[in-house]
């Protein structure tokens, strides 16, 4: 079992930061090698946000948060952080942590490991 543990959101206005967090424990060794957020906005599918290669520090971001978001990691905790700045009310949505084998992995959403999902509000 993989156990993925989320911290952070809240409610900001428009411009301003939130930082997300999210723990891996359980059985990792050979199961987990990337972690990343997906998001889901209300009346819409869930769409992936970011992701990194734990080993290969490997990095992808969804295009509309490229130059706003920053994912980083720490190894020695399993815990990968994301940085939200320039917030938008779009950006409005729950925020998933996933984990797989690989960010190309990861980035389809095709994995049993997911987090219980904060709630990231914008208001205009």
């Known amino acids: 079992q993989v156990e993925l543990v989320e911290s952070g959101g809240g409610l900001v206005q428009a411009g301003g930061s939130l930082r997300l967090s999210c723990a891996a424990s359980g059985r990792t060794s050979f199961r987990v090698f990337a972690m990343g957020w997906f998001r889901q906005a209300p009346g819409k599918e869930r769409e992936f946000v970011a992701g990194i290669g734990l080993v290969s520090g490997v990095i992808f971001y969804e295009t509309s948060v490229k130059g706003r978001f920053t994912i980083s990691k720490d190894n020695a905790q399993k815990t990968v952080h994301l940085q939200m700045d320039m917030l938008k009310p779009e950006d409005t949505a729950v925020y998933y942590c996933?984990?797989?084998?690989?960010?190309?992995?990861?980035?389809?959403?095709?994995?049993?490991?997911w987090g219980q999902g904060t709630q990231v509000t914008v208001s205009s």
């Open positions: 996933a984990a797989d084998r690989d960010v190309p992995a990861l980035r389809t959403g095709d994995t049993n490991y």
